[in-house]
Structures are given as structure tokens and as C-alpha cells.
């Protein structure tokens, strides 16, 4: 029986062909039976990946109303329905509809839908079977089947290679790694890390050239795509910042209404009240502790934010993600595609004669390049397989074709006027010696107007190795190439490729014939040094980062010195011999030392780095109490996409997979677009926190009124300031709409000069309670003040002295607004009085509390009455008290200094 289940956990990148081969009891020249395929097809079941279906509607419904707030809101709508106070259980519904509705719309616009894992891989694939190829359908492969594989195919299981042609596969979506990796058949170590396991193709990647022959050893969920698709399905999503410091406000909220309500139907039951009216202020007790318009306003600002963002080419696919950006204290960001542009260029050459720095921010048609530097570019043009598809020379080619350094070498020409597709009717190609992996070189014959010449290009030290001459100053002159200067080049290629250059060396000589062989008596031109460059402003937009006391840190597949280059360039870090962790380093955090754990989590830049090491460190920060953001465009970032606090997936290079695991994408891709969206997730939650103020402030002050006046109701027959449905109109109405102004602030110029909020911090901190409790009873002894001078000073009926109660604390609330300017600020010259919303809002509700008192219908559904003049003067003198009181005291704080 065969093993071929085991092959995946016995190393197969360490192990040689042949035992390869045996293991999965294949021939390579006739391939599996057709008997054998149905019995392993049974075994191992389809080469796909297993679907995870999206949430449904009706779990997207059911999440608006899992938080406590919305609970104990339909807990009071119940009792009132329960007990026939039908117009307060009907308002009741129709807040949590709106807020249901408002929250499910904006959630379901935003449901991905791209099943994207599923799709990466290829339809028809051409394998050995029966002795003769054939295609099938990519997933009816088994292990052990022989997969043939040419340049453009998507390899569509994981196998190891036993014939390789050149072949060279493009793995950025899988390991990070810009360049395509050439591919042979000869082992590895056994530990060396997936990207340079050169010996086997994963499922998903793309084969850039050549082609070759290899053995299927896992397919569906068993191949490292797979693995990747079970980790980003086994990453446990935490519920956003927002969305925990809400909830804890809601159970806090909760309990107090209980605790209150409890004790006060305990006192008034005590006292001799009439049961049915302790029900009435039980509700009116539930409905003043809870601001039903919190939901409303915290799911219209993040909405806000999230059309904002879209604005600025982030998209939101989850509200709550607007503000958790802004809470972020770290950011791991990918190299390849994020920090750079996924994109080789030429950026140095070195030559005899001098260097060179080229990039392709210079003008084209550049005729005024040394005559050695234009032989280097024209060498490296001729000994090139690749091909720009644009047509039009005059601008950069949108798409290219073949190896990056190659396309790399050809847009560098272009800079100099040097067209490849002209270059060759003047020096037609006769023969090409294709690239060997052994001698690290390719080489390709011109025939030219002064003879056969030959263009060599390869590994610096393979090229020098057996270059005889080196260019002077002029294309043509050549003087001997000493041993000694030979080696100095090769220890300068060293140097600059420890900066993150990619360097190749080009060579030429002139022969007489095809025959002559191409590596003898060269002629050494130069080094050429490439990099895939960092992004515009994205050295900007780290800085802006670091300022705002954000971590950006590197995670990248590619090499050390790359990596450490580029973090350089971007300024991730400003020292020039930083420390870059390898990803071999990087276990669960708790298998880790005290040390490894700090040495990890103090780090700027990792390499070399597996998905599942990626969430090894978003564990450890997490664990750290910080707020995790994880930027990603390949298949490998997935996992760490959705276990971060929030996933940011780039849109233009970005995979399918990565978008589906991520919170918000970047259409532009730029990390700059990152700064943004921190700024306005900080706004946001700025924003949210000043609302929630307003609402508790006036809130706690309704709940302070009532069971005060209940508390007393035994021994007086001062009637309870305020009815259930005046609380709810009051919360819902005029609540809403100033609190919905204080949420579209622009808020402080100096919001990204501040550190971020600690992971752990409540929306409301004890400082902010503090100040609800001071606001909120000295409202309330406003309005108790208003209501006992009605009543008792004025001979008011109970209807009319409670229209003074409801109005007094009506206004007053509107008042409360200016008071939530910023400590220190002028009263003209703050965030709340130039935000024009405020003034539109407080209009608004003005004409809506003037409606409650004399319009007929809502009058009576409110059981208010029309205020006499002087019911107008203890309005708007006992209104007025607590503003007069907080402007005085942000007076005292702009003079004193305090920004408490």
C-alpha cells in the first residue's frame, strides 16, 4: 500500500527524487493508472480548497442587536408593551428599527463576496498518466500524478520538481519575494524556511519562464495554500476596540439601571406608592439610563467615516473598523507591494569609468550618458528574453513580459533611447546560450556593423571569475583585469548587495564565429545594481506614523539585507546596522523566554517570516495590550489579516485572498492612505466620546430627577419630573441630533501629534465619569429647582409644572453643547462653535421642543401644555445655570493652563 499520505510531513524539498518517486510508487515516464487515480482520488478526495461561506443576512441583522444597550433598550420596550403603555413600546421599536436598519444596510453594502481561495487555482493541467499527457481538470489531481508545467500556468497542487528547463516561478503572492525564484531539482536543508525551498512548486503560484516536470505530493487543503486558507479560518477575529469599550459601557449602564431601579421600587413600595405607578417610573428609570440614540449616533458617525474613507480610496468593509485604525499602536506592514512598488528598477551602475545612479525619474532620450555607461545599458538590452508589450516608446510600458530584472533592463534602456526591438535589426541574435544554473550566466551572439559580438550577463563573482580584460574609459578599450582588482569588484558587489541591491554583472567580447564559446577572454563592463524602489511619500507617511507614537514594523518573506535596506529607505528605522529578527527565530510566544519576547517585540524589521509566524507576533503584541493593524497584499498575508485588530489589503496588487481576510483595503495602495485613515479613525472616536458625554451627562441627569422625586415621592406630592415618553423624545430627538453634530467635527489640528489611546482605555475614562456625575446632578437640581417653583412658587397644575420640568432639562441640554469645547479654548475659537452642524442642530431641536409644547396631537402624546410667560423665565433661567457654570470654569482652565 502506498505512503503518499506521508510524503507532505517527511520533508520533501530534503529528500532526492528518487526516494520522492518511491514514496509515491510512480514512474516518471508513465505516471499513474487510471485504477490507481480513482483509489487515490477516493483516499485524498478533489484538489480544492474547502469553501467558507460568508455570514448571512440574518446573521448580519442579528449582530445589531447583540449589544447590551440594544438588549436592555427591547427589556424596556417589553415591560411597557407588557403593561399597556403602548405609545412608549411603540417609540421604543421604532429607535431599534432605525438603528437596525441603518447598521444592517451599511454592513450588508459591504459583504464581500469573492470566495477567493477557492479560485486561485488553475482549471486544466496537463499531466502523464497511462504512459501518455493528457489535460484534466486541475482538480482530479492526486498526489503521485506527474504534472508537466510550462511558462503562464498557475501550478495548480504542491510537487516537487524532477525536471527543471530554466524554470523560474513568480512567488510574491506566497512568500513575499519580488523576483522569481529559479526552480531545480536538487535538495535543501531540511529547516530551510518555505522561500527557499527551490526544489518544489506550491499551489497558486504562477510559473514565470521555462518549464519543467514535477511529482504531486499534496493537493485541496494539504498543500501550503491550504495551510494558509485553515489559518486565516482558525484566526480568531476580537471584537474591534469600539466595539468592547461600547459593550462595556452597556453592561455598565445595564447594571446601574437595575440597581436603581431596585432600590427605588423598593423605597416607593415601602412608602405606600401605587404599584402601577412605580411600573411607570421603572420605565421611565430604564429608558432615562440608557441613550437610546448612542446606537444611532455611533452607527451614523462610523458610516460617515466609512464614505469619507472611500473618499480617500480606503474602503471599509466593517464599521467599526473606521475607528479602530485610530486606536492602532502598532502596524506590521509587508515589503513587497506596500513599502514598494512591486517593481524592479535599475537604480546604479558601476562601471571602470565611474557610477552611475539611473532610477527612472530622469528624462527619456538621455544622449548625454558616458559612452561605457550606454555599452552597459545596450549589453544588458541584447542578453535579455524579456519583452515591454507597449508599443509606444515614448512613455514607460504599462505591461511587460518575462523575468523583473529583465523587463528592468529594458526600461532602463528606453531611458537612453536604447529600443531593444530596433537594437535588434542592427544587431541581429544568432544564437542564445540559455542561463545555467551551475555557471550563474546567460549569453546571447550579434551579429553587428563591426562583427560577431557576444553579450554576457550572470552572478558578479561567476561573471569575474572568468572575465580576462576590464573596459578603460571608452566602449571599445579594454586593459588587463588583475587578480587583486578582480576581487576588490567582487568584495564591492558584496557591499551592495548587503544595501538591498540586486546586482548583476555584463560582460562582452568580440569571436568569429557561433561556435566560439561565450565564457572565454571576456571583456568586464560593470556592475548593474537593481531594487524594487520604495513607494512616493511613503517615508512621509511613516515618519507621520511615528510621530502619531504608531510602531511601524516590517514583515516581509524576502532576505535580510533587503529587507533592512528598504526599512532604511522608508524609515522604519534610522539606524544604519539594524537588527533583523529571521523568521526561524519567531515561535509561539508561549514557548518564548523573557528575553526572546522583549528582543521580538522591540524589533522594526523580520524576515524571512511564515504566515504562522506572522501570527505568532500579532499574538505577542496582543498579548502586550496593543492595538494591532496588519497591512498585506499576498496569499501569505491572509491569516495575520484577519487575526490583527484590523487587516488592511492593498486593492491594485493586492490578491483576492488578501482583500477577503481584510477589514479595509486601499484602492491606491499607497501607505500613505494609512495616515489618513488614522487621522480619521482618531477623529472618529474623539468624536463618538464627546457624543456619549452629552448623552450620559444628560441621561444620568434624568435618571437623577426621577428617582429623586420618586425617593421623596412617599413624602411629598411633588409629581415625577419626567414621563417615559418626554425621556424617550427627549434621548431620540433632541439627544440625537446635537450629539450627530458633535460626530462630524473635524476635530483637533493636533490630533496626530498625540500618542494613541492605550488598548484598553474605555470610551468614558474615571476623569470623564467624574465630570458626568458632577454635570449630571447639577442639571438635575436644575430641573427638580424648575419643576418645585412651578409647582409649589406658581400654583402650576402637575401637567404644567412638569412641561417646566421637561423643557428646563430640554434646554438645557442644548446649552450643554458649548460646554464640551476643549479645555483651555476660546469661547469663539474651538471645535464645537465652528462646526456648523451644531448650530443647524440646535436650531432644529429648538423648533422640535416648541412643537412638543404647542403643537396639537404631539402635545397631547407628550402631555405637555403651553408654558406661561413666566414658565418661560424658570426655563430658561434654570436652563441656562449649568452653561454659565462650564463657561466659567473653561475660562478659569484657558487661564490657569489646565487642559484637564
Not at 429607535?95 to 454592513?107: D, I, M, R, S, Y
Request: charged share 25%; hydrophobic share 45%.
Amino acid at each position: 500500500m502506498t505512503n503518499d499520505s506521508n510524503i507532505t510531513t517527511d520533508s520533501p524539498h530534503s529528500r532526492s527524487v528518487e526516494d520522492v518517486l518511491a514514496a509515491m510508487e510512480v514512474s516518471p515516464e508513465q505516471g499513474l493508472s487510471e485504477d490507481e487515480v480513482r483509489r487515490r482520488l477516493e483516499r485524498h478526495g478533489r484538489n480544492k480548497l474547502r469553501e467558507e461561506k460568508g455570514p448571512s443576512a440574518w446573521l448580519i441583522l442579528l449582530d445589531q442587536f447583540k449589544s447590551v444597550v440594544i438588549l436592555v433598550l427591547v427589556a424596556a420596550g417589553a415591560v411597557a408593551i407588557i403593561f399597556g403603555q403602548w405609545p412608549e413600546g411603540i417609540a421604543i421599536a421604532a429607535v431599534l428599527f432605525v438603528n437596525a436598519a441603518l447598521g444592517f444596510v451599511t454592513e450588508w453594502k459591504a459583504l464581500r463576496s469573492m470566495e477567493a481561495l477557492r479560485q486561485m487555482g488553475g482549471d486544466v493541467i496537463r499531466v502523464r498518466r497511462g504512459g501518455q499527457e493528457r489535460e484534466i481538470d486541475a482538480e482530479k489531481l492526486v498526489p503521485g500524478d506527474i504534472v508537466i508545467v510550462d511558462a503562464g500556468d498557475i501550478v495548480p497542487a504542491d510537487m516537487r520538481i524532477i525536471e527543471s528547463n530554466d524554470l523560474r516561478v513568480s512567488e510574491a503572492a506566497l512568500t513575499g519575494e519580488s523576483v522569481p525564484v529559479r526552480k531545480i531539482t536538487e535538495t535543501v536543508e531540511e529547516d530551510a524556511p518555505l522561500a527557499e525551498r527551490t526544489c518544489l512548486l506550491y499551489k497558486g503560484t504562477t510559473i514565470a519562464e521555462g518549464s519543467g516536470q514535477g511529482v504531486v505530493f499534496g493537493t485541496g487543503m494539504a498543500t501550503e495554500l491550504g495551510r494558509i486558507s485553515e489559518l486565516a479560518e482558525s484566526a480568531e477575529k476580537e471584537a474591534t476596540p469600539l466595539q468592547k469599550r461600547l459593550d462595556r459601557l452597556g453592561r455598565r449602564l445595564a447594571w446601574i439601571t437595575l440597581a436603581i431601579a431596585a432600590v427605588i421600587a423598593g423605597v416607593g413600595l415601602l412608602a405606600g406608592q401605587e404599584p402601577l405607578k412605580m411600573i411607570e417610573t421603572a420605565i421611565a428609570l430604564g429608558v432615562a439610563a440608557i441613550p437610546e440614540g448612542l446606537p444611532i449616533v455611533a452607527t451614523i458617525a462610523l458610516a460617515r467615516g466609512m464614505h469619507l474613507m472611500a473618499r480617500r480610496n480606503v474602503l471599509i468593509k466593517r464599521l467599526p473598523a473606521v475607528e479602530t485604525l485610530g486606536a492602532t499602536q502598532t502596524i506590521f506592514t509587508d515589503k513587497t507591494g506596500t513599502l514598494t512598488l512591486n517593481r524592479m528598477t535599475l537604480q546604479r551602475v558601476i562601471t571602470p569609468a565611474g557610477e552611475f545612479d539611473i532610477g527612472e525619474e530622469q528624462e527619456r532620450g538621455n544622449e548625454n550618458g558616458h559612452p561605457l555607461l550606454r555599452r552597459v545599458i545596450e549589453v544588458g538590452v541584447l542578453c535579455n528574453n524579456a519583452y515591454l508589450l507597449d508599443e509606444d516608446k515614448d512613455r514607460v510600458p504599462e505591461e511587460e513580459q518575462g523575468d523583473p530584472t529583465e523587463t528592468a533592463l529594458l526600461r532602463a534602456g528606453l531611458l537612453f533611447d536604447i529600443d531593444r526591438r530596433e537594437l535588434l535589426e542592427q544587431k541581429p541574435e544568432e544564437r542564445e546560450v540559455a542561463f545555467d544554473a551551475d555557471r550563474m550566466m546567460m549569453a546571447t551572439y550579434h551579429r553587428g556593423p563591426s562583427g560577431l559580438e557576444v553579450a554576457v550577463k550572470g552572478a558578479p563573482e561567476s561573471v569575474l571569475k572568468v572575465c580576462r580584460r576590464i573596459a578603460a574609459d571608452g566602449p571599445e578599450e579594454a586593459r588587463p583585469l588583475e587578480d587583486d582588482e578582480r576581487d576588490q569588484w567582487i568584495q564591492r558587489g558584496e557591499s551592495l548587495a548587503a544595501e538591498g541591491l540586486r546586482l548583476l554583472a555584463v560582460a562582452d567580447r568580440k569571436v568569429e564565429s557561433t561556435d566560439e564559446g561565450p565564457y572565454d577572454n571576456l571583456r568586464f563592463l560593470g556592475l548593474v545594481g537593481l531594487e524594487d524602489p520604495p513607494r512616493e511619500k511613503v517615508r512621509n507617511a511613516v515618519s507621520e506614523c511615528r510621530a502619531a507614537g504608531i510602531r511601524v514594523v516590517m514583515v516581509t518573506g524576502d532576505k535580510p539585507a533587503t529587507a533592512a535596506a528598504i526599512a532604511q529607505k522608508t524609515g522604519v528605522t534610522d539606524e544604519k546596522d539594524p537588527r533583523v529578527i529571521h523568521g526561524s527565530e519567531l515561535t509561539d510566544p508561549d514557548e518564548m523566554s523573557d528575553e526572546q519576547r522583549q528582543a521580538v517585540s522591540g524589533s522594526l524589521i523580520f524576515a524571512r517570516v511564515s504566515p504562522e509566524q506572522k501570527l505568532h507576533l500579532i499574538k505577542l503584541m496582543q498579548e502586550k495590550r496593543q492595538t494591532v493593524a496588519m497591512t498585506g497584499d499576498g496569499v501569505n498575508d491572509a491569516p495575520a489579516l484577519k487575526k490583527a485588530d484590523i487587516g488592511v489589503a492593498m486593492g491594485q496588487r493586492g490578491t483576492d485572498v488578501a482583500r477577503q481576510a481584510a477589514d479595509m483595503v486601499l484602492r491606491d495602495d499607497a501607505f500613505s492612505s494609512i495616515v489618513a485613515a488614522v487621522r480619521q479613525g482618531r477623529i472618529i472616536f474623539g468624536n463618538i466620546r464627546q457624543s456619549v458625554m452629552f448623552m450620559l451627562c444628560t441621561n444620568v441627569a434624568e435618571v437623577m430627577a426621577v428617582a429623586a422625586a420618586a425617593a421623596v415621592g412617599g413624602f411629598s406630592t411633588l409629581p415625577i419630573p419626567l414621563l417615559p415618553l418626554q425621556i424617550l423624545y427627549l434621548n431620540v430627538i433632541t439627544d440625537v441630533f446635537p450629539a450627530l453634530a458633535l460626530g462630524m467635527g473635524k476635530g483637533e489640528a493636533d490630533i496626530m501629534e498625540r500618542p494613541p489611546r492605550p488598548r484598553r482605555e474605555a470610551v468614558l475614562t474615571r476623569t470623564h465619569w467624574s465630570a458626568i456625575g458632577g454635570w449630571a446632578a447639577l442639571m438635575a437640581a436644575c430641573v427638580l429647582t424648575s419643576l418645585s417653583i412651578a409647582f409649589y412658587g406658581l400654583g402650576f397644575d402637575q401637567r404644567h409644572a412638569v412641561t417646566i420640568s421637561f423643557l428646563t432639562l430640554a434646554f438645557g441640554k442644548l446649552w450643554f453643547v458649548f460646554n464640551l469645547r476643549s479645555p483651555g479654548s476660546a469661547f469663539f475659537d474651538n471645535a464645537v462653535v465652528k462646526n456648523p452642524y451644531v448650530a443647524g442642530s440646535i436650531l432644529l431641536c429648538i423648533f422640535l421642543l416648541l412643537a412638543a409644547a404647542y403643537l396639537p396631537g404631539l402635545s397631547d402624546l407628550l402631555k405637555t401644555v403651553y408654558p406661561t410667560p413666566a414658565g418661560w423665565l424658570v426655563i430658561l433661567g434654570s436652563s441656562l445655570i449649568p452653561f454659565f457654570v462650564g463657561q466659567i470654569m473653561r475660562a478659569f482652565q484657558k487661564n490657569t493652563g489646565s487642559h484637564r
